[in-house]
C-alpha cells in the first residue's frame, strides 16, 4: 500500500466532498425528522404505565414461549 492511498472507508469519505441531496431526498429526511420529534413528544406526554405484579422476564410475545417456574409452552 502506498502513502497516497487511503487506510480505510472512513479516511476515503473524509477526503470527499459532500454530495448534495436532491430535493426529494431533503423533504424525506425532513418528514422524518418531523415524525421523529412527533412520537417523542407523544411518549413524553403519554408515558406507558408500568405493569404491577407481572410475571417478569422477557416478553412472551416477542420472543415465542411462556416459561412459568421452569415449564415452557409454545403458543
Known sequence: MSAETPRNAAEETENEPKKELSPAAQR?????????????????????????DGRGGKDPARYGDWEVKGIISDF
Request: charged residues 45%.
Open 28 to 52: 424525506a429526511l425532513a418528514e422524518a425528522d418531523a415524525r421523529r420529534k412527533e412520537a417523542d413528544r407523544l411518549a413524553a406526554e403519554n408515558p406507558t404505565p408500568k405493569e404491577v
